[in-house]
């Protein structure tokens, strides 16, 4: 008869759809960090939204003991993902949180910085085809969130043809890198000269 939980949208939508400013900001953002779908931004502000929710109501009931226990837990948490500071740390920072930051901590947008790929769109094929791994774990889901202690182990799938230095895709990112540094310093020289005028 399969599973008779009801399943529900694990994210909210914009009350009204059609706002331009909102249209043109999502558009940047799913450009910036290789999004395919909206619902992908919905999912990361419904996350942010829910933090900031519970942090709201910790703040007004600080003085219960229970609260107490509530903060230390969502703090750590928040923290293990790297959206919090690791130390310091306090409610009012939660609800400071933006899109940005949870969007920085998706699989996707760790194996760019991290060189792996050289672009979003890249970083995300490499996932989806399952070419990358975190500790042991093979993670095929670009929006996954990536803990601090975790993204020290994002690599290739040793059985992956990625893994091979020598591959095509990682050839040209190392080349892509020299020449843009190439670049940097070929520029430097003129920039030098007119600060000495």
Do not use: C
């Not at 975190?134 to 929006?143: A, T």
Request: charged residues 30%; hydrophobic residues 35%; positive net charge.
């Amino acid at each position: 008869m399969g599973d008779p939980k009801q399943l529900r949208k694990k994210y909210n939508t914009p009350r009204h759809p059609w706002i331009r400013t909102t249209i043109e900001s999502e558009r940047v953002v799913l450009k910036d960090y290789g999004l395919v779908k909206k619902k992908e931004i919905h999912i990361a502000n419904s996350f942010i939204k829910k933090y900031r929710d519970i942090a709201k109501r910790l703040i007004a009931t600080r003085t219960i003991p229970q609260a107490q226990k509530e903060k230390e837990q969502i703090l750590n948490k928040l923290k293990e993902l790297g959206l919090l500071p690791s130390s310091g740390a306090e409610l009012e920072q939660i609800l400071g949180l933006e899109l940005k930051d949870v969007l920085s901590r998706r699989l996707q947008s760790v194996v760019y910085r991290k060189g792996l790929a050289r672009s979003m769109n890249q970083a995300r094929q490499f996932i989806t085809h399952r070419h990358v791994m975190v500790g042991d774990q093979e993670i095929s889901s670009p929006s996954y969130l990536v803990s601090v202690i975790e993204e020290g182990a994002v690599t290739f799938k040793q059985k992956s043809a990625l893994a091979d230095a020598e591959h095509p895709e990682r050839v040209l990112l190392v080349k892509g890198e020299t020449a843009k540094g190439k670049n940097q310093t070929a520029e430097a020289p003129p920039a030098a000269s007119e600060a000495k005028q």
